[in-house]
């Protein structure tokens, strides 16, 4: 655990900063008025936490305040980490292996979300753990995202499953699955065509994908990787891909790459899909399981 929240500190470290600047001339105050109230929800509006999402924390926070009878200002952001904590928790799934032989990972999330870097980082994890791995370039929209891939596999030291660029995906995922059943593979993990998720085309692409899973006795984890940077934008990502899939879980990426890591708490408040993963950093080990506490005490620095 201490391995854990070391990576998520680090990787929330620019949003850490940026919060407590912020939350510096809120904390002098000595008074909980309205005024503080309403700078508090423009503080977590600025931190990517959407504003439906902020004004029903801080009623909730200000709720607590008067039920408790608080009148320190250091009180206010206690009990706000607080209940971030429960929002978080009220969704959290844990990441667990698929029931299958091999259980099947199913990534999909838009162009230049860092997708293919966070597939290397779960690969290296489950091989780490002891697992047999395979990968599969269902991709092949992209000529390069199948040599993106290709090239983490040799650094890894994993087999991928490839077929044309242009070709079709779910051929490759078939011969995928005959592969890894043949070798006694315990885990799949399948990268898909990531396009603009408002295209039609792209969300046809994976259902084919996934329908070709189903097949095999196959139900896959779906996990949804989405940029930390993006902002509200990732919410429109998230919003699209669940009504065409239904996902089971969010690996944020990124997250050290911006002060905004609200986005998060955005996710799950408002879509009720928990964040599994967080990849904190460029190497395959920069990857984190999502803890909610942990996460909250990296992004408000307690």
Avoid: C
């Avoid at 919060?19 to 008074?31: N, T």
């Avoid at 753990?129 to 030291?157: H, N, P, S």
């Avoid at 967080?278 to 992004?299: K, L, R, S, W, Y």
């Amino acid at each position: 655990m201490i391995n854990i929240f070391k990576k998520t500190k680090q990787g929330l470290e620019r949003t850490r900063q940026a919060w407590q600047q912020k939350m510096a001339g809120i904390l002098d105050r000595s008074s909980l008025d309205d005024e503080l109230w309403d700078e508090l929800e423009e503080v977590l509006i600025a931190s990517d936490i959407g504003v439906n999402a902020s004004s029903k924390l801080v009623e909730t926070v200000k709720e607590h305040a008067n039920d408790n009878k608080i009148k320190e200002i250091e009180d206010v952001e206690r009990a706000l980490g607080e209940k971030m904590q429960e929002i978080f928790k009220s969704t959290a799934t844990a990441f667990t292996l698929p029931d299958n032989k091999p259980a099947v990972v199913m990534m999909v999330g838009v162009n230049g979300t860092g997708k293919t870097t966070s597939i290397a980082k779960l690969a290296n994890e489950f091989k780490e753990d002891g697992k047999r791995v395979m990968l599969a370039a269902a991709d092949t929209f992209r000529a390069a995202a199948i040599d993106q891939l290709k090239y983490w596999g040799e650094r890894l030291g994993i087999d991928v499953i490839t077929g044309q660029p242009g070709g079709d995906p779910g051929a490759v995922v078939f011969d995928a699955l005959e592969s890894a059943r043949k070798r006694g593979i315990d885990v799949l993990i399948v990268d898909t065509a990531g396009r603009i998720q408002t295209k039609s085309n792209l969300m046809d692409e994976l259902k084919k994908v996934k329908r070709v899973i189903n097949r095999a006795d196959i139900e896959p984890h779906v996990l949804l990787v989405l940029d930390a940077s993006t902002g509200q934008n990732g919410l429109s990502q998230a919003k699209h891909f669940q009504e065409a899939l239904h996902v089971d879980g969010v690996f944020l990426a990124k997250l050290d790459g911006t002060s905004r890591g609200g986005i998060a708490l955005t996710i799950t408040e408002e879509l009720n899909i928990p964040i599994q993963f967080v990849g904190t950093g460029q190497e395959p080990e920069d990857v984190a399981p999502f803890n909610a506490e942990g996460f909250v005490q990296a992004m408000l620095g307690r």
